[in-house]
Nanobody
Framework: QVQLVESGGGSVQAGGSLRLSCVVS????????MGWYRQAPGKQRELVAT???????NYADSANGRFTISRDNAKNTVYLQMNSLKPEDTAVYYC????????????WGQGTQVTVSS
């Protein structure tokens, strides 16, 4: 069974940085687009960034210029480096493997909390 496990969340002051990690349990990582999403209290889950196997990236306007998504295929891990954090970045961050075509469904991690204080 494919599993995604996020880590790296925490509490930080505005202007600080965090790096989130998402480890994928199986080798589907090397053939899957990966993404980071977030969900703030009372809001819908929204896309933060995606990264294809060809290393093409896509960022939400709110993340562009501050966040960087990357992957290490040898470690089956995708990262989200978050700099210049703002209180509005406070949310639960989720990792997603785009495996609909391969497995019939996408795979989500359990989420990691990021809290940014002013």
């Amino acid at each position: 069974q494919v599993q995604l496990v996020e880590s790296g969340g925490g509490s930080v002051q505005a202007g600080g940085s965090l790096r989130l990690s998402c480890v994928v349990s199986k080798s589907i990582f090397s053939i899957s687009t990966m993404g980071w999403y977030r969900q703030a209290p009372g809001k819908q889950r929204e896309l933060v960034a995606t990264l294809t196997t060809g290393r093409s990236t896509n960022y939400a306007d709110s993340a562009n210029g501050r966040f960087t998504i990357s992957r290490d295929n040898a470690k089956n891990t995708v990262y989200l480096q978050m700099n210049s954090l703002k209180p509005e970045d406070t949310a639960v961050y989720y990792c997603k493997a785009y495996t609909q075509g391969l497995l019939g469904r996408d795979i989500w991690g359990q989420g990691t909390q990021v809290t940014v204080s002013s």
